[in-house]
């Protein structure tokens, strides 16, 4: 039997069992040790009832967080995990949907970048960051 992934993402919240925007690119003040900014990846898989799969967080390629989640059922299954960013985690970031025999299934990345006054923004890349993403799933 073949897995689905029917989509994942990195997203700012949870709502109703989903996700509420889609999140490429964070910006967080390294000067500020204080802050921290909760950060959701959500996957909607089929055809994995039984089977455990792992939210697999790297930073720069080294694993910050392994998330297990038990699949209980075979048509559409849900789950999120959550990660708080501090602001001194700048990087690229990687979440990838791992299956129990160590299989990576789907891998989605976003970074984390300073919003110091030496970071010069390009007009494309605010326009990126200003807008929102709705949600690319489409849920039966």
Known sequence: METTIL??????????RGPVDQ???LFTNPNDSDTAQQLYFFTEVAKLEGRIIYHRWQLNGEVMAEIPFEVKSNWRWRVFSSKKILSSMLGEW?????????NV????SFSVQPTD???KI????LEAVALLHSPLLHLN
Request: no cysteine; charged share 25%.
């Open 23 to 25: 999140i490429d690119l």
């Open 117 to 119: 006054d030496e970071v």
């Open 7 to 16: 989509g994942n993402l990195a997203t700012s919240a949870i709502q109703d």
């Open 122 to 125: 390009s007009e494309s890349e």
């Open 94 to 102: 990687q979440v990838s949907v791992v299956d129990d025999l160590g």
């Open 105 to 108: 299934l789907h891998s989605e």
